[in-house]
């Protein structure tokens, strides 16, 4: 029975009461939160019933008044180990970029929009065994990471996590499932190797010198997003409205083309790929203003964080047509 219904896809949505993947928040309600006696929970049933059949054999009064008791407190302790998951309301961070093999970091928020604290929950990626436990005060946000393994370079889903507790006499086990729509982005795994050499003409992916010092202006060339807002034309764009950086000639820097033809046609496609990103990397660490040339893509030269990110995207994302 559980096969069929790990095997279909719909039935499995309906077992667990959603259809993933899941966008904003998620609230747990009644019906998605499951629970099971654990061993623990099943030895102490059992020692209720001798105790029950013993106090029946000898007319034992205490007998009956303990086991009374202790099935009361079993009760009251399932009750709250059901509590202390439902309602509550989870939903995703922001998982930064990762280079394949790092572990990539999805973060959930756990909204605890109740008057009492939710102790000992425990967050595990199936996928991965991942896990975390946290603690989840009265009115207050908590935040897991789950730190998941990476492979493959491209977008890798979050899927589905687990959440599971045992809280207060670890007598029952309440779980619930949730799958958010998050993903992280994953870069190629970067492979060290020497940038391509200086060419004469830029076409052929090498670099050129242009002046870009900050002593003798030599005119304007478009805007880039890493350009200072010190060497904006003011002036023009006022004039113009076309966003325009002035060039000065002294301090020459250096404009690398990186292009996938210049990476040896011997490697497969993840090991060019490899090799680009670690040219993106060095070329950024340099200094040099750097665009990059893909098979039906190009980025146009510049330097930054956002020059750096643009090419890595460009890379993790790649499909060559």
């Given amino acids: 029975m ?39 929970g ?55 970029p990762v280079f394949a093999g790092e572990a990539a970091q999805f973060r959930l928020h756990f909204d605890n929009r109740s008057r009492f604290d939710r102790p000992s929950i425990l967050a595990r990626h199936l996928a991965s065994g991942a896990q975390l436990v946290v603690d989840v005060a009265a009115n207050s946000v908590a935040v897991v990471v789950l730190a998941v393994p ?19 006499l670890d007598l029952f086990r309440a779980w619930s499932y949730v799958e958010p729509d998050v993903r992280c982005l994953v870069y190629p795994r970067p492979a060290r190797s020497p940038l391509p050499p200086p060419d004469a003409e830029a076409a052929g992916g090498g670099a050129r010198t242009r002046a870009q010092g900050n002593d003798d202006f030599s005119g304007l060339r ?21 966003m325009l950086t002035k060039q000065f000639a002294e ?25 680009l ?5 060095d070329a950024e660490r340099s200094g040099a203003s750097y665009g990059m040339r893909l098979p039906g893509a190009e980025i146009a030269t510049g330097r930054g964080d956002a020059q750096r990110a643009d090419c890595l995207n460009a890379l993790a994302l790649y499909d060559r047509p």
Avoid: C
């Fill in 150 to 168: 990476t492979e493959r370079r491209g977008r890798l889903a979050l899927g589905r996590v687990m959440l599971e507790t045992r809280f207060p």
């Fill in 277 to 281: 990103t670690g040219w993106v990397l």
């Fill in 42 to 96: 099943w030895m102490f049933a059992g020692t209720l019933g001798i105790l029950l059949l013993g106090s029946i054999n000898y007319s034992l009064a205490l007998g009956f008044a303990l086991t009374f008791v202790l099935g009361g407190m079993g009760f009251a302790g399932m009750v709250h180990t059901a509590r202390n998951l439902a309602l509550l309301a989870v939903s995703p961070g922001r998982a930064d």
């Fill in 2 to 40: 559980l096969r069929a219904v790990r095997a279909n896809p719909r039935l499995l949505s309906w077992f667990y009461g959603f259809t993933p993947p899941e966008r904003g928040a998620i609230v747990l309600r009644h019906r998605r939160v499951y629970i099971v006696p654990t061993r623990l």
């Fill in 251 to 275: 301090d020459a820097a250096a404009e690398l083309w990186l292009e996938w033809e210049r990476t040896p046609q011997r490697l497969g496609t993840e090991e060019r790929l490899s090799l």
């Fill in 222 to 242: 478009a805007y880039q997003a890493s350009d200072s807002p010190r060497h904006i034309a003011w002036k023009v764009v006022a004039r113009t409205g076309d």
